[in-house]
């Protein structure tokens, strides 16, 4: 299928798991993962109606944000340095993937010089896994008090990869404990923190994690195939 069909295969996948929980399909977005893929395809894509992509590598991003013509919204979604973070000042929507704080201050320091606030979530390492970034939820709270007094941050919520599992159903449970990790720090009523977004879910199980609250899933294979050359 093209770029075309498989996007509009996934919008109506998304529409049916809203239906299932009961949520409206306008607050759930979907971040087309175009790492790997070529300008060209993210054209394509943009041409059939979809305007948010997301990149993980960032000189990746910073060639391929100059070639795309399409009036576009980038988001960071991959592990990020804290010597890299300039190349993304004020050019991504927002940045899914803050582990620590010493990252958070970077981004502070590197959008102060542009006088504006940069948008992040807080990935969260729910499964333990060593070969994954992200905070272990003991000590997001900690994490979350320090970010929120950097003036040139904004909290908008939480964002995590959770082991990979054949059946999509087995990942529910982390979906569900991010969801619940939100309320918490909702609960807390700290300023300048929201907990407006949940990025949770891929090509494989985005499903359950929009009927667990998910409100961006981030899709690659499913729109543009496996990925072009290997990372």
């Not at 798991?17 to 979907?30: I, M, N, T």
């Not at 300008?39 to 894509?45: F, G, H, K, N």
């Amino acid at each position: 299928m093209s770029i075309k069909d498989n996007l509009a295969h996934i919008r109506s996948q998304i529409a049916a798991a809203c239906a299932r929980s009961g949520r409206d399909p306008a607050a759930v977005r979907l971040v087309a993962v175009s790492k790997t893929h070529p300008a060209t395809l993210v054209e394509e894509a943009a041409a059939a109606g979809q305007r948010l992509f997301g990149e993980s590598y960032v000189q990746e991003f910073v060639a391929k944000a100059e070639a795309v013509q399409a009036p576009v919204e980038w988001h960071f979604i991959g592990a990020l340095q804290s010597n890299k973070i300039k190349y993304l000042r004020g050019r991504v929507g927002l940045i899914h993937s803050v582990d620590r704080l010493s990252l958070a201050e970077e981004i502070d320091r590197q959008w102060a010089k542009i006088e504006r606030t940069a948008d992040v979530l807080l990935q969260v390492n729910l499964g333990g896994e060593e070969s994954k970034s992200g905070i272990d939820e003991t000590g997001l709270h900690e994490l979350v008090h320090q970010v929120a007094r950097l003036p040139h941050v904004r909290i908008r919520g939480l964002m995590t990869l959770p082991p990979y599992f054949d059946e999509a159903e087995a990942v529910r449970p982390f979906f569900r404990r991010l969801g619940e990790l939100a309320g918490e720090i909702r609960a807390l009523g700290l300023p300048g923190v929201e907990m407006a977004e949940l990025s949770m879910g891929m090509s494989h199980d985005f499903a359950v994690a929009i009927e667990e609250g998910a409100t961006l899933v981030r899709v690659g294979t499913a729109i543009f195939g496996e990925r072009a050359y290997p990372q």
